[in-house]
């Protein structure tokens, strides 16, 4: 089956910067949308941003004018640069593909910002 893979989390510290990266193994062809969703232990999934196949993008209003969100959503890949990191943007990032109703999700990649 097709899988999403992400990259690029890692450890930084507050102010710095860091870029994920997601690709699909196969090609999900039809895809309409990607985005990026992080969770915390104990909460729920949230949204962080999102390109659609048309190219325009939306934000978390937490992260509004600090990430930039880009890639091919026909091509199956995105991206996520995160500027100005701050501690409470630690969690796990997954990549998510939607085609139709139908969701794809990554296995998540942590980004652990410290104080």
């Known amino acids: 089956q097709v899988q999403l893979v992400e990259s690029g989390g890692g450890l930084v510290q507050a102010g710095e910067s860091l870029r994920l990266s997601c690709a699909a193994s196969?090609?999900?062809?039809?895809?309409?949308?990607m985005g990026w969703y992080r969770q915390t232990p104990g909460k729920q999934r949230v949204l962080v941003a999102t390109i659609l196949s048309g190219g325009s993008t939306n934000y978390a209003d937490s992260v509004k004018g600090r990430f930039t969100i880009s890639g091919d959503v026909a091509k199956n890949t995105v991206y996520l640069q995160m500027n100005s990191l701050k501690p409470e943007d630690t969690a796990v990032y997954y990549c998510n593909v939607q085609k139709g109703l139908n969701p794809y999700w990554g296995q998540g990649t942590q980004v652990t910002v410290s104080s």
């Open positions: 196969g090609r999900i062809w039809g895809a309409n949308a």
